[in-house]
């Protein structure tokens, strides 16, 4: 949500998106998503479905179909918004996304698709590059640009250790 205006190398891979004519599904927060909302509404046209939990988007500059998810959980809670991420993990085929190396919402959202066995893409803020997160190894790779404290953060908002501990295990069923 800090992240107010979109790198050219961004606008760039959502440009690309876009003339793929690949579907795209947005989420509804202030600051990233509504970036990238107002990036597809000055491109005039794009296939664009804005995700939200409850019953309206907070934000929907192009007056895009919704795809609101319905929980009982608490009105503007943490776990009320995550009911959206989770459904749009499900439907998604990757992941690109902006992050500022501290949004434990973002971080979760990458560790949601690698459970599901699929690719983000995320461009790191501070960084001005794209990390593609596909393995356990290459999460590790994209936490380390967190400082100590955030990681800490992280580990108490999303159990990220014992998350990617979880991610590693599965992987190695895999291979055994």
């Known amino acids: 949500m800090n992240i107010k205006h979109l790198d050219p190398k961004v606008k760039e891979r959502i440009d690309n998106i876009v003339a793929s004519d690949f579907e795209v599904t947005v989420g509804d927060a202030d600051g990233a998503d509504t970036a990238i909302?107002?990036?597809?509404?000055?491109?005039?046209?794009?296939?664009t479905t804005v995700f939200c939990s409850g019953a309206r988007p907070r934000n929907n500059?192009?007056?895009?179909?919704?795809?609101?998810?319905?929980t009982r959980l608490a009105e503007g809670s943490r776990a009320f918004f995550?009911?959206?991420?989770?459904?749009?993990?499900?439907?998604?085929?990757?992941?690109?996304?902006?992050?500022?190396?501290?949004?434990?919402?973002?971080?979760?959202?990458?560790?949601?698709?690698?459970?599901?066995?699929?690719?983000?893409?995320?461009f790191v803020n501070k960084e001005k590059m794209f990390k593609t997160v596909g393995t356990p190894q290459q999460l590790e790779e994209l936490v380390a640009c967190m400082s100590e404290h955030s990681k800490r953060?992280?580990?108490?908002?999303?159990?990220?250790?014992?998350?990617?501990?979880?991610?590693?295990?599965?992987?190695?069923q895999m291979f055994a």
């Open 61 to 70: 500059i192009g007056e895009w179909p919704v795809h609101a998810v319905e």
């Open 82 to 122: 995550t009911a959206k991420d989770l459904q749009m993990a499900e439907i998604a085929d990757y992941g690109l996304m902006i992050w500022d190396t501290k949004s434990t919402g973002t971080l979760s959202n990458v560790i949601e698709l690698l459970a599901r066995k699929k690719k983000s893409v995320v």
């Open 153 to 172: 953060k992280a580990d108490e908002k999303i159990g990220l250790y014992d998350r990617i501990e979880s991610l590693k295990h599965e992987q190695t």
């Open 37 to 47: 909302q107002w990036h597809l509404f000055n491109l005039g046209k794009s296939k």
